[in-house]
């Protein structure tokens, strides 16, 4: 009954490739999130759409882009894959207005 | 942008001992939240305070809302070795739904 799942939990992949990761929540809620983790652990919140509109995009690279199919799902497609997008990201979930957020496993990318 | 300043950086404490951190702002939030994050999993919601000087306990955890809406602790009573782990705070805004997070506090126990 995980309440909010990712895949891959690992991805490594070299330069230059696209690849995406894929989030799904079964709490009901209407809001989610992708946040990046970096190597020293800082948490930064990425992109967050409400009932599959985008209302949150930090100063992301447009190499970024999500997609919310319906308000379970939040996937991120990754262009044109660089070194420096070496992460953990983590998908998060919350009723509206984003007080309790619940985060999922994380996935880490490793780009060669 | 708003920034948290979250001490200490790193904690190496004998079990049993009681445990302090905090997180400091220039900004006023009207949430803060303290998550812990276990080696190779996702952020776990601990305790969540929504009004100024609230103070809310979850077992041997206690943290409290800073009466300026401006700092948040949390202390950890009588630490055991599953308390390791990585500790964040975050604060929310009142009319923003974003979460700004602290850079954490890294908590070792010996035992």
């Known amino acids: 009954d995980t309440a909010v799942s990712q895949t891959p939990k690992y991805l490594v992949t070299q330069m230059g490739n696209d690849k995406s990761i894929k989030c799904e929540q079964n709490?009901?809620?209407?809001?989610m999130y992708w946040y990046k983790q970096d190597s020293k652990k800082f948490l930064k919140i990425m992109f967050s759409?409400?009932?599959?509109?985008?209302?949150i995009n930090e100063t992301v690279p447009n190499r970024f882009s999500p997609k919310s199919p319906d308000k379970a799902h939040l996937n991120l497609h990754i262009n044109s894959l660089e070194l420096g997008d070496s992460a953990v990201y983590f998908c998060?979930?919350?009723?509206?207005?984003?007080?309790?957020?619940?985060f999922g496993p994380g996935t880490r990318l490793t780009v060669l | 942008g708003q920034q948290l300043n979250q001490s200490p950086q790193s904690m190496f404490i004998q079990e049993g001992e009681d445990v302090s951190m905090n997180c400091t702002s220039s900004?006023?939030?009207?949430?803060w939240l303290w998550y812990k994050q276990d080696p190779g999993e996702g952020p776990v919601l601990l305790i969540a305070?929504?009004?100024?000087?609230e103070l809310t306990s979850n077992g041997r955890l206690t943290a409290q809302f800073g009466i300026t809406r401006k700092d948040s602790f949390l202390n950890i009573s009588a630490s055991i070795p599953s308390d390791v782990g990585i500790y964040f705070c975050?604060?929310?805004?009142?009319?923003?739904?974003?979460?700004?997070f602290g850079a954490g506090t890294i908590l070792r126990v010996k035992s």
């Open positions: 709490l009901g809620h209407d809001t």
């Open positions: 998060a979930s919350s009723q509206p207005q984003g007080t309790e957020q619940f």
């Open positions: 759409y409400n009932n599959k509109e985008l209302i």
């Open positions: 900004s006023i939030f009207n949430t």
């Open positions: 305070l929504y009004k100024a000087g």
């Open positions: 975050a604060g929310q805004t009142l009319y923003g739904n974003k979460l700004v």
